[in-house]
């Protein structure tokens, strides 16, 4: 072989090295993130989601790659979408979105880890066997939603003291809702609170309820905790500006919307925990050796703008407990 041939050759093997390792890298894993609407309405969650990632050194097109799929608040398609994740066979499944993702993914896979965010009781649901030791491939972040029912219409008698009917808005749909009823029909009943229940899943539902609470002379609204009216955030709040009905919402995004008041958990900062106990389980752990985060951090917030809209003087005692007053 002569000196120019074998300076050649050489040359090509040495630059067929980098190729070949570069071929020989491990893929990076796979979250699959199964959400119950859509991910335009879930934009601010999934930032902190995103950010809990990051915490724990994962960065989205990084060092991990998220497979999503989206329900469009259509609960009954979450079976499938689950399903589909676990023939993926992604590294955990990430279930956002309320209780519905979450019992879609328990009950897709046994053996595949899987990171919950939800609304109501995570041992009721059958998605853990306790808080403290989850027992089996599901933990998550409560974020106790479901349960605030009561509170939101204390609050709102307060706002409201004159409303001889308040209309209570549910999603029958949602695995929450029986409790949610049972919660507002309870403090209803210690307070001498006449109540009328409306329900709804799609957009036309939720004109039909409008319709039905004029109808029937309701004085106020509770808007009850359920991703479907989390995702029509901005539509809910124009409908209750338009039948001049002062509403509680169940989290601050409501109120920054334009919506009257709104009380419960911080959702971006339990997107965070989820985030962070993805990370984790990527690094090994194992979701029964994680306990579920029960979420701590309650908001109330008012927006004296839509208060002064409905013509309402917002007591000086609720302005001093809220937590953020929006002028």
Do not use: C
């Not at 190729?19 to 879930?42: D, E, K």
């Not at 009954?76 to 992604?90: I, N």
């Not at 939101?152 to 004159?162: E, T």
Request: charged share 15%.
């Amino acid at each position: 072989m002569r000196r120019r041939e074998f300076i050649t050759l050489l040359g090509g093997t040495v630059t067929a090295w980098p190729l070949a390792a570069r071929a020989q890298q491990p893929a990076l894993p796979v979250i699959g993130l199964l959400g119950s609407t859509s991910p335009a309405a879930w934009a601010p969650y999934l930032m902190a989601f995103r950010q809990g990632l990051r915490e724990a050194g994962y960065v989205e097109g990084q060092n991990v790659t998220i497979e999503y799929r989206w329900a469009a608040s259509d609960y009954t398609r979450l079976p499938t979408l689950a399903a589909d994740l676990v023939r993926r066979h992604v590294a955990v499944i990430v279930a956002v979105g309320g209780s519905a993702s979450a019992s879609a993914a328990k009950a897709a896979t046994t053996t595949l880890p899987i990171v919950f965010s939800t609304g109501g009781d995570p041992v009721t649901l059958g998605l853990v066997t306790s808080l403290n030791r989850p027992g089996g491939n599901a933990t998550g972040v409560s974020v106790l939603l479901a349960e605030m029912e009561g509170k939101r219409l204390g609050l709102l008698r307060d706002m409201v003291p004159a409303a001889h009917l308040i209309a209570v808005l549910l999603n029958p749909h949602s695995p929450v809702s029986a409790s949610e009823l049972k919660d507002v029909q309870q403090a209803a009943r210690a307070v001498g609170q006449q109540i009328h229940i409306l329900n709804a899943s799609s957009e036309y539902g939720l004109d039909a309820a409008f319709a039905s609470l004029v109808q029937a002379g309701a004085g106020a609204l509770l808007v009850g905790s359920d991703p479907f009216f989390n995702s029509r955030r901005e539509y809910l709040v124009s409908l209750a500006a338009r039948a001049r009905i002062p509403a509680i919402y169940e989290s601050r995004e409501f109120t920054v919307a334009g919506g009257l008041m709104s009380y419960g958990t911080n959702l971006a900062n339990g997107y965070r925990q989820v985030g962070l106990y993805a990370g984790r389980i990527l690094k090994g752990e194992k979701p029964q050796d994680l306990p579920v985060v029960q979420s701590s951090k309650f908001e109330f917030a008012i927006n004296l703008k839509a208060a002064k809209a409905l013509g309402l003087d917002v007591p000086l005692r609720l302005q001093q407990l809220a937590d953020e007053v929006i002028e």
